[in-house]
């Protein structure tokens, strides 16, 4: 399994970001070490409050908003080069759509990263989605992607890295 870092330099490849949301940030290790090489400020979106001081201490001028992300739209108007979600979707309980397009609305580029864990419950419908650059993309959420990415009207461009899928929004 590649160290945590690597996805997120992969995922961030040729955008040069100097500002970034990630949604369901934790502690926001996952762009830590990003952040500081590059210079890049960091906000972030968790359900979770519990997490704050410990985002705060990585990532000091960023700003972080305990919300639920199902509840759409967010309370923020600031405007971000990347919005990235790293793992976020695979959990989805609701509709994606409705968080995709609020992450569109946010961000100039949204970039996403998937992967597929063993033992997916039986809960978990397994969707693939169209054959995107005759990639076929699989992920664990009960919705179809094609009618989402229709929806949005933007063609996304998806690759694999290791384990993980890669969708630049």
């Known amino acids: 399994n590649m160290p945590k870092y690597e996805i ?12 970034i949301l990630e949604v369901g940030v934790s502690a926001g290790e996952l762009l830590k070490e990003y952040a500081q090489e590059n210079s890049v400020v960091v906000d972030g979106l968790d359900l979770f409050e519990h997490y704050k001081k410990e985002f705060q201490k990585n990532h000091p001028k960023g700003e972080f908003f305990h919300l639920n992300a199902h509840n759409v739209p967010w309370p923020i108007e600031k405007k971000y080069d990347v919005v990235i979600a790293v793992g976020f979707f695979s959990v989805l309980a609701s509709d994606a759509l409705p968080l995709l397009r609020e992450m569109i609305r946010l961000g100039k580029k ?60």
């Open 8 to 19: 997120i330099h992969k995922m961030l490849e040729g955008e040069n970001p100097k500002t």
């Open 110 to 169: 949204v970039i996403i990263a998937e992967w597929y864990e063993e033992g997916i419950t039986d809960s978990i419908k397994i969707v693939t989605w169209a054959p995107i650059n005759t990639t076929l993309f699989p992920i664990r959420v009960g919705r179809d992607y094609k009618y989402i990415l229709a929806k949005l009207g933007r063609r996304p461009e998806v690759t694999k890295f290791s384990d993980k899928w890669i969708i630049k929004i």
